[in-house]
């Protein structure tokens, strides 16, 4: 079993920027690519980026591509999302996820509990 945490979220200007955190634990949190996907209100959880567990690969939604950096930190169980140039549109929970790779969220077996991202204009 891995268990995730997110922390991080919170209430932004457009064109400002937040990082998002998600701490894992469990025996083999580590060895797992870790993901993020956010849903809005009335919408799907959609894809957002994904990394390796050795941090060496990385893959972006379009819709985040050169605004939104993945990055995880082994030694400390955790994965990151730097989030720059924030737009209304990112308003949504977001979702720490493991266990799985690729964009559709029905892949991944461990999901932590979401955090509120919400960008005023």
């Known amino acids: 079993q891995v268990q995730l945490v997110e922390s991080g979220g919170g209430l932004v200007q457009a064109g400002g920027s937040l990082r998002l955190s998600c701490a894992a634990s469990?025996?083999?949190?580590?060895?797992?690519?870790m993901g993020w996907f956010r849903q809005a209100p009335g919408k799907e959880r959609e894809f957002v980026a994904v990394i390796t567990w050795t941090g060496g690969s990385t893959y972006y939604a379009d819709s985040v591509k050169g605004r939104f950096t993945i990055s995880r930190d082994n030694a400390k169980n955790t994965v990151y999302l730097q989030m720059n140039s924030l737009k209304p549109e990112d308003t949504a929970v977001y979702f720490c996820a493991a266990g799985g790779w690729g964009t559709d969220s029905a892949g991944y077996d461990y999901w932590g509990q979401g955090t509120q991202v919400t960008v005023s204009s």
């Open positions: 469990g025996r083999t949190s580590s060895t797992y690519p």
